[in-house]
C-alpha cells in the first residue's frame, strides 16, 4: 500500500501541472505562465512577468512550451495507473504465490507503463509546479541528458536495449528471484530497475523516429532485438521440464495448481503479450520510418535537437 502513495503524489502533481498549462496558455497556445518549463527535448520557458533571471538561467532558457495534447495527459495517467494496479496488495499478494501472477506483473511494468509514461511527456508539464531552483536543476539536467542522446545517435536505443535486457535476465535468475520474493526491499529494487530501464528504452526508441535516418533504424532494430530475447526468456519457461524457483512449488500447491504448469503459462505471458507489443511497436516504427525516408526536410530540421515524443 505504501508504494501507491508515490504513484499518487506523481500523478496529482501532473494533474496541477497540467491544468496550469492549459488555464495560462489555452487551448492551442503557448504558455505564458512566468515559469519555465521543459519542453520534450529542448529548454523551454518563458519568463516574460518575472523576476529578472540570472545568467545561468537566461543561457537555459528557451522558446515558450507548446501546450500539452489531452491525450498525452491521458497516456501519462493511464501508465500510472498500470503501475498502481501492479503495486496493488492483491497483486503483490499473488505474484508471492504464483509465477503467472508475478510475470502479469512484470508486463505491466515493463511493456504497458513505461511507453505511456514517455508519451505522457511529464518534462514538458511537472516541472511547472517545481520550485524555481529546481526547475533550473532539471533544465540543466535535461539538456545535458538530451546532447549526450544526441551524441549517441544510433547507439542510444541500442544501448538501452542491451541494458534492459541484461537486467531482465539477471534478474530472472533464481537466485536473485527467489531473494526478490523473500525481501520486500530486493522486490521493490527489482520493479524500480524493471522499470527505468524499460522506460528508457521506450524513450530512446520512440524518440529516435524524430532524429535521424540512422537512429530512427536503431530505434526500431532496438525494439525487434527486444522483442527476440523477450521471447527466448519466455520460450526457456515454457520448455522447461523443471520448476526453476521453489517458492513458487509451495504457493502453486496451495491454488491448487501444478507448479510446472503455473511456470509454463507464465513463460507464455512473457513470450506471447511481450513478444507481440515490442515486435508491434518495431513495426510501427518501421512503418513511419520508410514514410519518411523520402522526406529529407523533415529528417534534416530535425537533426538538431532531440525529441521525446
Do not use: K, N
Amino acid at each position: 500500500m505504501l508504494a501507491l502513495i508515490p504513484v499518487a503524489a506523481v500523478g496529482a502533481l501532473y494533474v496541477l501541472a497540467w491544468r496550469r498549462v492549459e488555464v495560462g496558455a489555452g487551448r492551442g497556445g503557448r504558455v505564458s505562465d512566468p515559469a519555465p518549463a521543459l519542453a520534450a527535448g529542448d529548454v523551454a520557458g518563458d519568463d516574460r512577468g518575472a523576476a529578472p533571471a540570472s545568467a545561468p538561467e537566461r543561457a537555459l532558457a528557451g522558446p515558450a512550451l507548446p501546450v500539452v495534447p489531452r491525450w498525452r495527459a491521458a497516456c501519462f495517467l493511464g501508465g500510472l495507473l498500470a503501475v498502481g494496479t501492479a503495486l496493488a496488495p492483491g497483486v503483490e499478494r499473488l505474484a508471492h504465490e504464483l509465477l503467472t501472477a508475478h510475470m502479469a506483473q512484470h508486463v505491466l511494468l515493463v511493456l504497458v507503463a513505461p511507453p505511456l509514461l514517455v508519451l505522457g511527456a511529464p518534462m514538458r508539464v511537472v516541472p511547472l509546479v517545481l520550485p524555481r531552483r529546481m526547475q533550473v536543476g532539471a533544465r540543466r539536467l535535461h539538456r545535458v541528458t538530451a546532447g549526450a542522446s544526441r551524441r549517441l545517435g544510433v547507439a542510444g536505443p541500442l544501448l538501452a536495449a542491451g541494458v534492459h535486457a541484461v537486467v531482465l535476465w539477471t534478474w530472472h535468475a533464481p537466485g536473485l528471484y527467489e531473494a526478490a520474493l523473500r525481501q520486500g526491499l530486493v522486490h521493490a529494487a527489482e520493479h524500480l530497475v524493471f522499470l527505468a530501464t524499460a522506460s528508457w528504452l521506450w524513450a530512446s526508441a520512440l524518440g529516435s523516429v524524430s532524429r535521424t535516418r540512422a537512429t530512427a533504424a536503431g530505434g526500431v532494430l532496438a525494439l525487434f532485438l527486444t522483442s527476440v530475447q523477450s521471447a527466448v526468456l519466455g520460450a526457456l519457461f515454457v520448455f522447461s521440464g523443471r520448476v526453476w524457483y521453489p517458492t513458487y512449488a509451495e504457493g502453486a500447491a496451495r491454488h491448487g495448481v501444478d507448479p510446472l504448469l503455473d511456470q509454463q503459462v507464465a513463460g507464455m505471458v512473457m513470450w506471447g503479450p511481450g513478444g507481440a507489443v515490442y515486435a508491434g511497436a518495431a513495426a510501427v516504427l518501421l512503418v513511419l520510418w520508410l514514410r519518411r525516408l523520402d522526406e529529407p526536410r523533415v529528417w534534416a530540421g530535425d537533426r538538431a535537437r532531440s525529441t521525446v515524443p
